[in-house]
């Protein structure tokens, strides 16, 4: 693939910017009467304007770090191009189209998920209180544990399927919530609308970690949720080559202002070749999560009635505690799945070593099929030790049935 940069003087720079949202707008609402939602096929697909300079219809990668501005003495506009740390045109696209996907007011890319996450937190002040999922991806926890706590952040772990002990857990400082849906490894749901309700009612604000879900299964936004974190190194980019994640707000509010001055003055800002890359990606995220759903049903079709096998857990089959909840809350299941295997530990590790096209590694969400032993790798884990994280990915469902057969013989 060949990389480019383009040339643009001061006046096309700013207008291929500033004609960002106007295109998109145009696309929602070409009669100039209500606005129209376009379906998440549309709006990825549409995701920047033509460029202006060339013609091009694929948005070319903007690497220059400065832009030239007019001098007029005035304060210049938070997302005017001036220094890509502030702005960027291939940020400032992914960044629209992100917020239109997920029905959010604005959008912040930054250099991973877990800065994403750490940037909220330091929009919080010493005192604070978070209620988080007991199940949270282990990264976050460390943080909050080692970094906030000493700083005087405060968290407390509840399960998010009891709403009787979210309840319990809110304090008078409480300012967020925060939820994965579903959960990783455990693929445990939470009730989103039932939860910011609870939130609201104490005057927090509920965030929710959407990345195994992805915009196509689920709109934590439209449920009542207030923020939105994914990581676009998942099902966005999908396709295992770029590290990035996304902060949405449903309103611009003082918190998302807040928010937004970390992310430009500390500079935790997607580089202009990943946001290109995730933009790239994003427009075939909605066949791509469709197909991965389907191929994982499949799957866990299959390895629900194998007999060395003691459980699945995937939230669209019928067999999960929380099935009704993921009908009513998700439009498809996603591609991650977790197993327990009968028989204990090393067996479970056994069959990881014994597949041919399930790739032993992290991270999911991409173009190949992932396995992972989480208690392995996770610190201080309290994940069974027989249970295997499954990502599924683009092969045929059949060929990945085949290749868990026989190595489950």
């Known amino acids: 693939m060949a990389l480019f940069s383009v040339c643009l003087s001061e006046a096309s720079a700013q207008k291929r910017y500033a004609t960002i949202h106007a295109e998109q707008d145009k696309l929602r609402n070409p009669q100039g009467g209500t606005s129209v ?7 990825a697909v549409h995701n920047s304007p033509v460029d202006a300079g060339s013609g091009a219809i694929v948005p070319p990668i903007v690497l220059s770090t400065t832009f030239q501005y007019e001098t007029t003495g005035r304060e210049h506009e938070p997302d005017e191009l001036i220094y890509t740390r502030y702005q960027n045109p291939n940020r400032a696209a992914l960044e629209a189209t992100l917020a239109q996907l997920e029905g959010g007011a604005v959008a912040h890319a930054v250099a991973s998920g877990s800065v994403a996450m750490l940037t909220l937190f330091q929009a919080l002040r010493p005192g604070d209180h978070i209620v988080a999922s007991d199940d949270m991806y282990f990264g976050i926890r460390v943080q909050l544990n080692e970094f906030f706590a000493p700083w005087g952040l405060r968290a407390s772990y509840v399960d998010m399927s009891d709403l009787d002990a979210v309840r319990a857990a809110i304090r008078a400082q409480t300012k967020l919530v925060i939820l994965e849906s579903p959960t990783n490894p455990l693929i445990r749901l939470a009730d989103i609308a039932a939860i910011a309700k609870i939130a609201h009612a104490a005057g927090a604000q509920l965030l929710v970690d959407n990345t195994v879900a992805t915009p196509v299964a689920q709109n934590p936004l439209e449920l009542g949720a207030d923020i939105v974190v994914m990581a676009l190194t998942k099902y966005i980019a999908g396709h295992h080559d770029v590290l990035g994640g996304v902060i949405i707000f449903a309103a ?14 500390g500079g935790a800002v997607l580089s202009p070749l990943n946001s290109w890359l995730a933009l790239r990606g994003l427009q075939s995220m909605a066949y791509r999560v469709r197909g991965i759903s389907e191929n994982a049903r499949q799957v866990a079709d299959f390895l629900a009635e194998h007999e060395k096998i003691a459980q699945v857990l995937y939230p669209h089959h019928p067999s999960h505690p929380q099935y009704d909840l993921a009908r009513r809350q998700m439009r498809m299941g996603s591609g991650l799945m977790s197993i327990l295997v009968a028989g204990g530990r090393q067996n479970a590790i056994d ?3 014994k597949l041919r096209l399930f790739t032993s590694a992290t ?3 991409g173009t190949h099929s992932l396995i992972e032993h989480r208690e392995s790798i996770e610190e ?11 990502a599924i990915g683009l092969e045929h469902p059949a060929d990945l049935i085949a290749d868990l057969q026989q190595a489950l013989a």
């Open 351 to 353: 069959l990881v070593n």
């Open 37 to 43: 939602k376009l379906r998440p096929e549309t709006a």
């Open 363 to 365: 991270s999911f969400g």
């Open 380 to 390: 201080d884990s309290d994940t069974p030790a027989n249970l295997l994280r499954i």
């Open 252 to 265: 611009e509010d003082v918190f998302a202002q807040r928010v937004n001055r970390l992310v430009r003055i």
